[in-house]
T-cell receptor, first 113, second 114 residues
Framework: AQKITQTQPGMFVQEKEAVTLDCTYD???????LFWYKQPSSGEMIFLIY??????QNATEGRYSLNFQKARKSANLVISASQLGDSAMYFCAMREGEVDMRFGAGTRLTVKP | NAGVTQTPKFRILKIGQSMTLQCTQD?????MYWYRQDPGMGLKLIYY???????DKGEVPNGYNVSRSTTEDFPLRLELAAPSQTSVYFC?????????????FGQGTRLTVV
């Protein structure tokens, strides 16, 4: 069964606007971690933001914020004031247990000038 | 601070050949991982290690082997390469403290088996 689901294969956003990338997850654990990574065309994996399952507040890192809705098992990434350099693949991931980190299929974001 | 370093960056193998993908990290992380990323897909865990001398299988271990003789190094061995192993391979490491530590990735190795 798919642990991490990203339902948007591709998204477009106008420069300077905000965009939300969806992520839902499936787990029976009470304690887990959620991550978002950015993969530009150069191929490297860049860590963006982390949310722990027990964190009561939504995580924020600069222009990135994570809209965490635990009951709905969703962890959407919000990018504010999009920039051309935000064009990339974005992956949602979940860690259950010590080492098992599962990734979604990704969303390709294109920022239009 | 180099972080996680993978070599080579690119490699073409013939069917049946073998090779070792090298990975080293200088952050003193206990946990290290190997992932593969097929075109248009997310990452799948091949093998992982929680410390020197300790390794375990991930989601897709068939056709691969690993070893962890030091904290810094975690090589991935491909025996009898097959076209299905054409992929981009990522090595990663994470902090030893806490289950929710962020994984830091190497630049990736693009492998083509022909």
């Amino acid at each position: 069964a798919q642990k991490i689901t990203q339902t948007q294969p591709g998204m477009f956003v106008q420069e300077k606007e905000a965009v939300t990338l969806d992520c839902t997850y499936d787990t029976s654990d009470q304690s887990y971690g959620l991550f978002w990574y950015k993969q530009p065309s150069s191929g490297e994996m860049i860590f963006l933001i982390y949310q722990g399952s027990y964190d009561e507040q939504n995580a924020t890192e600069g222009r990135y914020s994570l809209n965490f809705q635990k009951a709905r098992k969703s962890a959407n990434l919000v990018i504010s004031a999009s920039q051309l350099g935000d064009s990339a693949m974005y992956f949602c991931a979940m860690r259950e247990g010590e080492v098992d980190m599962r990734f979604g299929a990704g969303t390709r974001l294109t920022v239009k000038p | 601070n180099a972080g996680v370093t993978q070599t080579p960056k690119f490699r073409i193998l013939k069917i049946g050949q073998s090779m070792t993908l090298q990975c080293t990290q200088d952050m003193n992380h206990n946990y290290m991982y190997w992932y593969r990323q097929d075109p248009g897909m997310g990452l799948k865990l091949i093998y992982y290690s929680v410390g020197a001398g300790i390794t375990d299988k991930g989601e897709v271990p068939n056709g691969y082997n690993v070893s962890r003789s030091t904290t810094e190094d975690f090589p991935l061995r491909l025996e009898l390469a097959a076209p299905s192993q054409t992929s981009v391979y990522f090595c990663a490491s994470s902090y030893p403290d806490g289950r929710w530590s962020t994984a830091f990735f190497g630049q990736g190795t693009r492998l083509t088996v022909v």
